[in-house]
């Protein structure tokens, strides 16, 4: 069964470095989500692709966060510099996209600890 | 905005009982889409049951269902015949239908212990 793929599964950093995070989307899928879960809180969007575009980065901290899709494909999520409070599960998820209603499929995860 | 409130932070049950996981969402929209996501430990979320607004008739997927109330805002999970893979976290969720807004508003998640 295709799965969503993500790596690292742990990053541990030191505050003020760079870090950057890796999803492979299941293939065919054209849309495709990051998400931040801070701990004992439910999953909130960062940013939205639709094949190479960015659809919604409303909530994405545009100052140190970035994200891009360039081949309409996988997906990098940077961070720099990273701070405390970014420490966190980034969760990467990936649905078809023909129909707005389409499953989203999510991948392990990967989990920061900014020290 | 759009509000998630999932009330129970903890919940317990033995197996082979039944439980109940209370939701509750706050919208002016009338078309939308209600979800219910498993989260287990170290392990993907994975979608247990999907609930469109403009269908009166409650989703089932095998053990689970949903009592899903519009008026009152109201979507809990019943899981009958509880099993040790049950035990998770379980996340309410809530979507709009239209392109550029499919993106999931989570509650705060529930974490349900299976007792055997």
């Known amino acids: 069964e295709a799965e969503v793929a993500q790596s690292p599964r742990y990053k541990i950093t030191e505050k003020s470095q760079a870090v950057a995070f890796w999803c492979d989307p299941i293939?065919?899928?054209?849309?495709l989500y990051w998400y931040r879960q801070i701990l004992g809180q439910g999953p909130e969007l960062l940013v939205q692709?639709?094949?190479?575009?960015?659809?919604?980065d409303s909530q994405l901290p545009k100052d140190r966060f970035s994200a891009e899709r360039l081949k309409g494909v996988d997906s990098t999520l940077k961070i720099q510099p990273a701070e405390l409070g970014d420490s966190a599960m980034y969760l990467c998820?990936?649905?078809?996209?023909?129909?707005?209603?389409?499953?989203?499929?999510f991948g392990p995860g990967t989990r920061l600890t900014v020290l | 905005a759009q509000t998630v409130t999932q009330s129970q932070p903890e919940m317990s049950v033995q197996e082979a009982e039944t439980v109940t996981l209370s939701c509750t969402y706050d919208?002016?929209?009338?078309?939308?889409?209600l979800f219910w996501y498993k989260q287990p430990p170290s392990r993907q979320m994975i979608l247990v049951i999907r609930?469109?607004?403009?269908?009166?008739q409650n989703a089932t997927e095998n053990r689970f269902s949903v009592n899903f109330q519009k008026a009152a805002k109201s979507f809990s999970l019943k899981i009958s015949d509880s099993q040790l893979g049950d035990a998770a976290m379980y996340f309410c969720?809530?979507?709009?239908?239209?392109?550029?807004?499919?993106?999931?508003?989570f509650g705060t998640g529930t974490r349900l212990t299976i007792i055997p």
């Open positions: 998820a990936s649905s078809l996209g023909a129909r707005y209603t389409d499953t989203q499929y």
């Open positions: 293939s065919g899928h054209a849309t």
């Open positions: 692709f639709q094949d190479e575009s960015v659809v919604d």
């Open positions: 919208t002016s929209e009338s078309d939308y889409y």
């Open positions: 609930q469109e607004a403009y269908k009166q």
């Open positions: 969720a809530y979507s709009l239908p239209n392109f550029g807004n499919e993106k999931l508003t």
